[in-house]
């Protein structure tokens, strides 16, 4: 009995397998039908491009588990809520309040010291232990986890001790410069240590605020060797913070602690006025140093933020300015172009070896730079101002140039600004003379524009391309509204025109396919006036003798023949285009002979030309029933 239940359970399982596995089977099968086939599929079948899109390409997110709470990313828009009332309470007030304290601490030991109560040890060390008293309790609140508050404690108290040893050197000359300047080098160090130890860079940038203020929280400098000294300790001072920032890798101790040094050698030359004037010359040797040492640590890659180049840029041009104004001081511009120099072979030299070597973070900048030096020997080097602008129409072409070659927008703009600047500089300056440099600056202005058209053509999109056509295009009119009036029909004036239009010619050849109809209309209009003003001027200039009924007959009898070439023109070469360009020609001719010049005509003169221009428009007409042989050209 037990056996045959044993087998019919058996049984049973072996059945549940089988439908357990059938199931299975439905389940696949309908799981394969519902796959979107790979076939090609026609537009009956599919209506729009986004159900394409949807069943061509397989959806690689994996469906959200339910109750999952999403994590939140970097670029998560949700931020926590700022707590206004900890940031204010905890970070700042005690950074602000510090430098209220510091200023009413100063000014109670100004008034102890009027009083008589302090004497000059008294007075340092009060100083001493009121450092150490700061010191002593910054450290006790960063233990307590006050950090705000001990860090701005600890960093008034390495303030306090560089003031300390500054006073007790230069107002009571207790000690000599070369222990002082030990003790300033200790405090520095110590306060860089406190910094390290604290990992804090706010705390870093208020010990930079606080040794920069230290030559002007107490009485200054009152001859050259103490502002001397005072310019060498602000150097020192500046290293100690840049090494610093490079070990720290931070980055707005470097930025900060670079521009708080020009404003204190710019505070401090304020004043260096009443001093001897290789003061200023110290100043911007100090400048320099700095820039080099900026672009050391920037080259060698001591610095890992890329954010911090462009410091290097500000530098380069506040370096410029301290040298140029440091040397004038002592009348040797020589040094100051001798500086440039250096500086410009070097950067052309690093921007070369920069992009051999795919540095992308500094080949820009240091070709722009290399281009920024360039124009300033330029302007430094040449005393003749047109001479200057020729450079710099050169300098800029070359500079767009390569901005654009190399894709570096800000070496672009830098040679824009040069070049166009330049530009306006020389069409504004008058032509007085054609014999002059001025004259082969527009020449010069007009065939850079068509190297530029050229050079930067594979680079620039099609309307930019007309753009720079329609800067080349106002340039040849506003050279042709320089070249004085002509008075004789062979003159260099005339070659100038013939020129010029020759030269529209050529660009007209140049961009006819690839400028958009309105504008190829424009072109056309500007080449007719100008050479319908040509064949004014050189009438004028031949019949300045005769009466002025023969010169107006002589300006018509010129815009009627000018207008019948274009239509000879227009049938010889079979465009249509050319041949109503003459018609409209010969029409502008009739309506000047009827409402300008039967004002000044004789009767005679009258009669005369107009059987002329009759006769002229009536054998220009029988050219039309003349049957072109061959195909006709469009434009």
């Avoid at 300015?321 to 052309?348: M, N, S």
């Avoid at 600056?441 to 050229?454: D, F, Q, R, V, W």
């Avoid at 000044?600 to 009258?606: A, H, K, M, N």
Wanted: charged share 15%.
């Amino acid at each position: 009995m037990e056996d045959e239940k044993v087998i019919k359970l058996e049984q049973r399982i072996r059945k549940l397998e089988m439908d357990v596995q059938s199931l299975k089977e439905q389940r696949l099968a309908e799981k394969e039908s519902i796959k979107p086939k790979q076939e090609q599929r026609t537009e009956d079948t599919l209506h729009t491009t986004e159900y394409k899109q949807q069943i061509g390409k397989p959806r690689t997110t994996k469906p959200a588990k339910p109750f999952e709470i999403p994590k939140k990313t970097a670029m998560d828009p949700r931020k926590e809520p700022v707590d206004w009332e900890n940031l204010i309470g905890r970070v700042w007030l005690p950074r602000i309040f510090i430098f209220i304290l510091l200023l009413g601490v100063i000014w109670g030991f100004k008034v102890a010291v009027d009083a008589g109560i302090l004497n000059e040890t008294n007075r340092v060390i009060t100083g001493f232990l009121a450092a150490i008293l700061f010191l002593y309790i910054g450290e006790k609140q960063i233990k307590r986890d006050h950090h705000a508050l001990g860090k701005v404690l600890v960093s008034g108290s390495v303030a306090i001790l560089l003031l300390s040893t500054f006073a007790m050197h230069i107002l009571y000359g207790m000690i000599p410069a070369g222990f002082a300047f030990f003790l300033n080098v200790l405090w520095v160090a110590m306060g860089i240590y406190l910094v390290h130890r604290h990992k804090s860079e706010a705390m870093g940038i208020m010990m930079t605020v606080f040794g920069y203020l230290i030559p002007f929280l107490v009485q200054g400098a009152t001859d050259t060797n103490e502002i001397f000294l005072v310019i060498g300790y602000e150097l020192l001072f500046y290293i100690a913070l840049l090494i610093f920032a490079v070990r720290m890798q931070y980055k707005k101790l470097f930025y900060i602690a670079a521009v708080l040094l020009h404003f204190v050698f710019l505070t401090l030359s304020v004043s260096a006025f009443q001093y001897d004037s290789i003061v200023f010359v110290w100043m911007a040797v100090g400048m320099m140093l700095q820039h080099e040492l900026i672009f050391g640590t920037l080259y060698f890659k001591k610095m890992n933020n890329r954010g911090t180049f462009p410091v290097l840029f500000t530098s380069f041009i506040a370096t410029l300015l301290w040298t140029k104004g440091g040397f004038d001081a002592i009348d040797q511009d020589l040094y100051y172009l001798l500086y440039l120099v250096v500086a410009t072979i070097r950067y052309g030299a690093v921007a070369y070896s920069s992009h051999l070597r795919k540095r992308e973070e500094l080949f820009p900048l240091s070709i722009v730079l290399a281009t920024i030096g360039l124009s300033c020997i330029i302007f430094e080097g040449l005393n003749n101002q047109d001479m200057a602008f020729s450079m710099y129409l050169i300098v800029g072409l070359f500079a767009t140039y390569i901005g654009y070659y190399f894709h570096v927008f800000a070496q672009r703009f830098i040679g824009l600004i040069i070049y166009f600047l330049t530009a306006f500089m020389v069409v504004a300056d008058p032509l007085y003379d054609l014999w002059s440099w001025d004259l082969f600056n527009m020449l010069l202005l007009i065939g850079t524009l068509y190297a530029m058209h050229i050079l930067l053509k594979p680079f620039v999109e099609n309307h930019v391309q007309q753009i720079l056509t329609g800067v080349l295009l106002a340039a040849h009119v506003l050279f042709l509204m320089k070249i004085p009036i002509l008075y004789q029909a062979i003159s260099l004036e005339t070659l100038l025109w013939i020129g010029v239009i020759i030269s529209l010619y050529i660009l007209y050849q140049l961009v006819r396919t690839e400028i958009n109809r309105y504008f190829h209309m424009a072109v056309v209009a500007v080449h007719v006036t100008i050479h319908l003003t040509f064949i004014t001027k050189l009438i004028i200039a031949l019949t300045v003798n005769q009466s002025v009924s023969i010169e107006v007959m002589s300006i018509s009898i010129g815009w009627a023949l000018y207008a019948t070439g274009c239509l000879i023109a227009g049938f010889v070469y079979q465009k249509k285009s050319v041949r109503l360009l003459g018609i409209g020609l010969l029409f502008l001719t009739l309506v000047k002979l009827v409402f300008i010049d039967l004002a000044f005509l004789d009767l005679i003169v009258r009669a005369g030309l107009f059987m002329g221009i009759g006769v002229l428009g009536i054998v220009l007409s029988r050219l039309f029933y003349i049957k072109d042989t061959g195909t006709e050209k469009e434009e």
